[in-house]
């Protein structure tokens, strides 16, 4: 009987984790920032305690977890509101190269190691002489400006190979 029990609490707050993970919308889930994973290790935690005691545990779980949703809808809807409040709560984004040259005080600021950053670049199929600026995001993850002139050989590359196929169709 125990058993069946923990199944039923287990599906009802699976139901309500979901409920509340679908009104914290998509931007949460999708770009976390440090307060996001807070919440979501705070939900979990919530979750697990409500599955395995019993029926007061499952109330209480159920509460804890629609008021931290509530709690990060709020939060989300104010950073909206207020840019100022948003840089607080998610941070902002540290440059760490500029011209194709890494800036290692940030990165030592943002305990990035270069040969983490340089593995991140390898990923995106980047060269660090091609990049124009590349910032550590809030989120973690590292995003990269290419400098202007590698662009426009890339796209004029693409032209030409695109024009000449144009005529050829067929051979190869």
């Excluded at 159920?62 to 809808?73: P, R």
């Excluded at 998610?90 to 030592?108: A, F, R």
């Amino acid at each position: 009987m125990e058993v069946l029990g923990a199944m039923g609490r287990t599906a009802i707050l699976w139901a309500v984790a979901l409920g509340v993970f679908r009104m914290m919308g998509k931007r949460t889930l999708g770009k976390m920032g440090p307060f996001d994973f807070a919440v979501v290790i705070m939900i979990g935690e919530a979750v697990a305690l409500g599955m395995e005691n019993g029926h007061g545990a499952l109330v209480r779980a159920t509460a804890v977890t629609v008021v931290l949703g509530v709690l990060q809808w709020g939060l989300t809807w104010l950073n909206y509101r207020w840019r100022w409040l948003e840089k607080l709560t998610q941070g902002v984004p540290t440059p760490v190269v500029s011209e194709g040259k890494l800036d290692t005080q940030k990165l030592k600021a943002e305990r990035l190691s270069k040969a983490d950053l340089l593995m991140e670049l390898r990923q995106k199929q980047v060269k660090l002489s091609d990049i124009k600026e590349a910032r550590l995001e809030p989120s973690g993850k590292v995003s990269v400006t290419k400098k202007q002139a590698t662009a426009t050989k890339a796209s004029s590359g693409k032209k030409d190979s695109a024009q000449s196929g144009q005529g050829n169709h067929g051979s190869s």
